[in-house]
């Protein structure tokens, strides 16, 4: 992009009056820091109150505000490096925010677009000095613009999971029958998908090779080791997420193997949906009824077991519930009890110590060929781990362990975004096969199960010979005694 676009660019979102209409162009409410107050087909509570930050506890304005668009993020955001457009980069989806809030984007359908094609990966606000949080900034933009994914069919999905998760899984495991028989398939190869108007559809049913009838949830209930601990003291409660629950419960078998093989007797929270889809397609308030739920089930647990951690096995999942203080932070009572069950919460990739790493078995080392660590983003941006499970690896996979280039790079998964924004996430995916495809890598070790399905979709065809394979499916096939 030349400096004349680039100036056209940033015409759009830099709505600076004219002289004379500076104080028309003034907030008009008095201080502008209550989206509900200015978008009054809100409903009360669709909104955070306050954002957690760095600097402090802030309303959305102060911290959209807290951006001084020093740009310094910009080489780190995948959408504005792939794109070039100052629009969807951290400082003009920041800026976009703080016009909507004082009444003065001058665009919505543009806001609709920068705040929409965010991955929401948080690499601006890990290399950002004020520590900016752009994702969350992004996601109260998108509720204020009203719609962001909530359409019917989410509001549908979202309300089934939480009000009858049983009936949420009978709908799922017809689904998957129904997967099977390859009609799904067909339709996509028929072209259906993109005669409805919704080619992501397409994606999403190739994204996922085999689908399990039997949820983790259902086989963790009947695990009579697990029952066994009854009453006694623990150190460890499996959360399990919704991908290793109703997809990859492989890797729920796997973690909890791990678990019990290092750390003794633990529990099944039997816990519901973190709240991290209601949270980030527009249903705020279904997002604290799964927070809550998940917490009075914590509390039960804590009295009947003592002090132990809540080990999740996505990183996203894990991040999102290390923030839940921040759904609550109008309501003191639940805001107290959020912070315990928050402090408790510990992503199965910082859980493992070096030193209990275990032996690995040479077979499987030998299988695994040259080993790599792609940094989820909720992982390394949104909980600052990084060395951790490196250790692990390094101790298991020793020589055969090499770093990957960018590894920090988001892998365009990001929750649905792979679906939402085709395009973008793709060019996102390229460049992380690219390095992976540059150290030669045949595993490629994740924390995350959106990366799980987005990365092994990408290396299907760009680079067949390598396979993406979460954290504990690898410590456990490595170290499991046959
Ligand atoms: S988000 Fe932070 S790093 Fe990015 S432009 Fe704003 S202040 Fe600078
Ligand atoms: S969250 Fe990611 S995609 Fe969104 S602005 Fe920040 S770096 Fe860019």
Redesign the pocket.
């Known amino acids: 992009m030349n400096g004349q676009e680039q100036e056209q660019e940033h015409d759009i979102i830099v709505d600076i009056p004219a002289a004379g209409e500076a104080e028309a162009a003034l907030p008009r409410r008095g201080f502008p820091n209550d989206v509900n107050e200015l978008y009054p087909h809100e409903q009360a509570g669709r909104h955070l109150d306050t954002l957690l930050t760095d600097l402090g506890e802030r309303r959305l304005y102060d911290a959209a505000s807290q951006c001084n668009r020093c740009g310094y993020?910009e080489n780190?955001?995948?959408?504005?490096m792939l794109t070039g457009r100052e629009t969807l980069?951290?400082r003009g989806?920041n800026q976009f925010v703080r016009l909507l809030v004082e009444g003065r984007a001058k665009d919505p359908e543009a806001a609709r677009e920068a705040l929409n094609t965010?991955?929401?990966?948080?690499?601006?606000t890990s290399s950002c000095y004020a520590k900016v949080p752009?994702?969350d900034i992004?996601l109260e933009g998108r509720r204020a613009l009203n719609g962001y994914g909530d359409n019917f069919f989410a509001r549908a999905a979202i309300n089934t999971l939480l009000n009858a998760p049983a009936i949420f899984g009978f709908w799922l495991k017809l689904a998957y029958l129904v997967k099977k028989t390859g009609l799904p398939r067909l339709a996509a190869k028929m072209g259906l998908y993109d005669f409805l108007g919704m080619p992501g559809l397409a994606d999403a049913e190739g994204a996922v090779d085999k689908v399990p009838l039997r949820f983790a949830a259902e086989t963790l209930r009947a695990d009579e080791e697990l029952r066994a601990v009854h009453g006694k003291p623990v150190n460890w409660a499996y959360f399990v997420p919704c991908g290793p629950n109703l997809i990859y419960t492989e890797v729920s078998e796997a973690t909890v193997r791990v678990l019990k093989a290092r750390f003794g007797p633990g529990v099944f929270v039997d816990n519901a949906c973190c709240g991290l889809m209601a949270n980030n397609y527009g249903r705020l308030e279904e997002a604290r009824e799964f927070a809550r739920k998940n917490i009075v089930r914590f509390e039960e647990l804590r009295a009947a077991h003592g002090d132990f951690k809540v080990i999740a096995d996505c990183s996203s999942c894990a991040a999102f519930m290390k923030s839940y203080e921040q759904l609550f932070t109008a309501d003191a009572e639940w805001r107290t009890r959020a912070k315990a069950f928050a402090d408790a919460v510990c992503d199965i990739l910082e859980f493992l110590p070096p030193e209990k790493a275990g032996v690995s078995d040479p077979e499987a080392l030998k299988k695994a060929g040259k080993v790599t660590y792609h940094d989820s983003c909720r992982a390394c941006h949104g909980q600052g781990i990084r060395q951790e499970p490196r250790e692990v690896l390094r101790k298991l996979a020793g020589k055969a362990y090499r770093e990957l280039p960018e590894s920090d790079w988001c892998c365009g998964g990001a929750g649905a975004y792979a679906f939402t924004e085709p395009e973008l996430s793709a060019k996102v995916l390229d460049r992380k096969l690219r390095n992976i495809a540059s150290v030669q890598a045949d595993t490629v070790i994740v924390g995350g199960t959106s990366c799980l399905s987005q990365i092994n979709a990408g290396l299907k065809t760009a680079y067949p010979s390598a396979r993406a394979v979460h954290y504990s499916v690898f410590v456990d096939e490595l170290t499991r005694k046959k």
């Open positions: 993020c780190v955001c995948p959408t504005y980069s951290s989806r965010c991955m929401l990966c948080g690499a601006c752009t994702p992004v």
